[in-house]
């Protein structure tokens, strides 16, 4: 049984429940929970503007979980914006990074990959400024193939995904973004899905940018997270203008604030922030009390019970790093098989996960996903296994 599983309300009411759709949202713990509810019940009032305590308190505050969210990936408060969530932050940097240099004859590359948010964002700008838009092939386990023979002196940007939302296969970030940075090309890491599994490090990484979301590491929706190297920030222009990033407005001109809270027009998500700080200091602790570990081994039963079962073929995974597992079959519809599924009470995500292409190219007819979270347990393993073997879909 998870240790951790009793701290999520959720699964109190429903012990019985088996989520296997984690990749896609994170259920919420009480201490999360509990810290937004204390924050809009005790300490809330709009910051940065007003001069009364409680809107100094509440200011204090705000840019306290903004130290807390970028230690969590060993950047500085002055390198992170707080944004809505990865698809927020991926539009932010391709309108004010991206844009303002690209030019006609230019070229961005992705990965077959990719997650509709760190794919669409920079085949619009392409498609609107005539440059082009390359996307790099995979490799037979999954990870992104060659991506630096695709690179030429037009190339103005790379973005990757850290792990696939489908396969959870871990590219070498590291290695590419330190071959782009002699090159002079951006690079920018898609986080969503290492973030809660994998302990991120800005500067070991070396990318440009990064972004993740809270709801995919047990925090709220809504609210989310992109690092900007701090050189790079300085270059960019505003993504939203208004309220809380202006400085100075006049009839014929106005002046911005600098840094990150230029980026932050209005007034911010401070529940969320507070959620997503809460968060970040519920990962850490169950890391430090072996969730990772804890969930290699889950990650284990899970595939086995999934090789086991013949009429379904299983995609390309990361043998744990990110529990993610995605099985499909070509005759069966994995909406179908989803939703005898969850007639056991088994939660798992059929479709094309927002990455269209990549399931186009690995499957016919989409992919079920099956993933993990700190609250999974060997039940939940059993529970999935005694769903497949008495589910009517499977062919004779």
Same mark, same amino acid.
């Given at each position: 049984?998870?240790? =951790?599983?009793?701290? /999520?309300?959720? /699964? +109190?009411?429903?012990?019985?429940?088996?989520? /296997?759709?984690?990749?896609?949202?994170?259920?919420?713990?009480?201490?999360?929970?509990?810290?937004?509810?204390?924050?809009?019940?005790?300490?809330?009032?709009?910051?940065? %503007?007003?001069?009364?305590? *409680?809107?100094?308190?509440?200011?204090? $505050?705000?840019?306290? =979980?903004?130290?807390?969210?970028?230690?969590? @990936?060993?950047?500085?408060?002055?390198?992170?914006?707080?944004?809505?969530?990865?698809?927020?932050?991926?539009?932010?940097?391709?309108?004010?990074?991206?844009?303002?240099?690209?030019?006609?004859?230019?070229?961005?590359?992705?990965?077959?990959?990719?997650?509709?948010?760190?794919?669409?964002?920079?085949?619009?700008?392409?498609?609107?400024?005539?440059?082009?838009?390359?996307?790099?092939?995979?490799?037979?386990?999954?990870?992104?193939?060659? @991506?630096?023979?695709?690179?030429?002196?037009?190339?103005?940007?790379?973005?990757?995904?850290?792990?696939?939302?489908? $396969?959870?296969?871990?590219?070498?970030?590291?290695?590419?973004?330190?071959?782009?940075?002699?090159?002079?090309?951006?690079?920018?890491?898609?986080?969503?899905?290492?973030?809660?599994?994998?302990?991120?490090?800005?500067?070991?990484?070396?990318?440009?940018?990064?972004?993740?979301?809270?709801?995919?590491?047990?925090?709220?929706?809504?609210?989310?997270?992109?690092?900007?190297?701090?050189?790079?920030?300085?270059?960019?222009?505003?993504?939203?203008?208004?309220?809380?990033?202006?400085?100075?407005?006049?009839?014929?001109?106005?002046?911005?604030?600098?840094?990150?809270?230029? /980026?932050?027009?209005?007034?911010?998500?401070? @529940?969320?922030?507070?959620?997503?700080?809460?968060?970040?200091?519920?990962?850490?602790?169950?890391?430090?009390?072996?969730?990772?570990?804890? $969930? +290699?081994? $889950?990650?284990?039963?899970?595939?086995?019970?999934?090789?086991?079962?013949?009429?379904?073929?299983?995609?390309?995974?990361?043998?744990? +790093?990110?529990?993610?597992?995605?099985?499909?079959?070509?005759? @069966?519809?994995? %909406?179908?098989?989803?939703?005898?599924?969850?007639?056991?009470?088994?939660?798992? %995500?059929?479709?094309?996960?927002?990455? *269209?292409?990549?399931?186009?190219?690995?499957?016919?007819?989409?992919?079920?996903?099956?993933?993990?979270?700190?609250?999974?347990?060997?039940?939940?393993?059993? +529970?999935?296994? %005694?769903?497949?073997?008495?589910?009517?879909?499977?062919?004779?």
């Amino acid at each position: 049984m998870s240790k =951790w599983r009793e701290q /999520f309300s959720v /699964f +109190r009411h429903r012990p019985d429940w088996a989520y /296997f759709d984690s990749a896609a949202s994170c259920q919420v713990p009480d201490v999360v929970l509990d810290a937004m509810c204390s924050y809009q019940k005790e300490f809330h009032a709009n910051v940065h %503007r007003g001069s009364y305590q *409680q809107s100094q308190h509440a200011t204090a $505050l705000y840019e306290s =979980w903004r130290v807390k969210v970028a230690g969590f @990936i060993g950047a500085t408060a002055d390198e992170l914006i707080f944004t809505r969530g990865t698809t927020e932050s991926m539009n932010l940097l391709a309108e004010s990074l991206l844009r303002p240099v690209l030019k006609a004859g230019d070229n961005v590359i992705v990965s077959l990959a990719e997650h509709h948010a760190n794919w669409l964002p920079w085949q619009r700008v392409c498609h609107q400024v005539g440059a082009e838009f390359r996307v790099a092939p995979l490799d037979a386990e999954g990870r992104v193939a060659d @991506i630096m023979s695709m690179v030429d002196e037009r190339t103005k940007l790379v973005s990757l995904t850290h792990a696939s939302n489908v $396969l959870g296969v871990v590219n070498p970030v590291a290695d590419i973004c330190a071959q782009l940075r002699d090159k002079g090309v951006l690079s920018v890491i898609d986080a969503a899905q290492s973030a809660a599994q994998m302990g991120l490090d800005v500067e070991q990484i070396g990318c440009d940018a990064l972004a993740f979301s809270g709801h995919k590491l047990y925090g709220p929706t809504g609210i989310g997270a992109l690092y900007v190297r701090e050189s790079v920030l300085a270059s960019m222009q505003p993504y939203q203008v208004g309220g809380g990033m202006v400085d100075m407005v006049y009839q014929d001109t106005c002046s911005f604030h600098q840094g990150v809270q230029g /980026f932050e027009a209005g007034t911010p998500n401070l @529940i969320g922030a507070a959620g997503l700080a809460a968060a970040v200091e519920f990962l850490q602790d169950c890391r430090a009390n072996g969730s990772s570990e804890y $969930l +290699r081994g $889950l990650f284990k039963q899970m595939h086995d019970v999934l090789a086991d079962v013949s009429w379904l073929t299983m995609l390309p995974h990361s043998g744990g +790093r990110i529990p993610v597992i995605s099985v499909h079959h070509p005759d @069966i519809h994995p %909406r179908e098989l989803a939703i005898c599924l969850d007639e056991d009470g088994v939660s798992a %995500r059929a479709g094309r996960h927002c990455a *269209q292409p990549l399931i186009n190219q690995l499957t016919s007819n989409g992919c079920l996903r099956f993933s993990l979270g700190v609250y999974s347990s060997a039940a939940d393993i059993e +529970r999935l296994a %005694r769903g497949l073997n008495g589910c009517k879909l499977q062919p004779s």
